[in-house]
């Protein structure tokens, strides 16, 4: 059984960091690309972030290059997504996701497993 376990979420003000980690067990971690999406209320699911197989490529929403970093362990199973400069419109529900593909793909049907969610809150 596949299980992806976030953490990491919590409350900053606008201009503050976080780091968001992912878990992931059940399946052989290496072998699949990464993402982190997420959900604004009101809105619709959004590519964030994706890291391939082997972490030698990532790729960024627009708004959010140069502000996050996405990184894995294989080693370890985990994927971390490093915020700064927050700004309020960051505010949402961050998902990790694992893909069914070894490259980095931006459209959700395309990841497998999904985890519970974890709140990130960007005050101004």
């Known amino acids: 059984q596949v299980q992806l376990v976030e953490s990491g979420g919590g409350s900053v003000q606008a201009g503050g960091s976080l780091t968001l980690s992912c878990a992931a067990s059940?399946?052989?971690?290496?072998?699949?690309?990464m993402g982190w999406f997420r959900q604004a209320p009101g809105k619709e699911r959004e590519f964030v972030a994706g890291i391939n197989w082997f972490g030698g490529l990532t790729n960024y929403v627009d708004s959010v290059k140069g502000r996050f970093t996405i990184s894995r362990d294989n080693a370890k199973n985990t994927v971390s997504l490093q915020m700064s400069s927050l700004k309020p419109e960051d505010t949402a529900v961050y998902y990790c996701?694992?893909?069914?593909?070894?490259?980095?793909?931006?459209?959700?049907?395309?990841?497998?497993?999904w985890g519970q969610g974890t709140q990130v809150t960007v005050s101004s």
């Open positions: 059940g399946r052989t971690f290496s072998n699949y690309a």
């Open positions: 996701a694992s893909s069914s593909l070894g490259r980095i793909t931006t459209t959700t049907g395309e990841y497998a497993y």
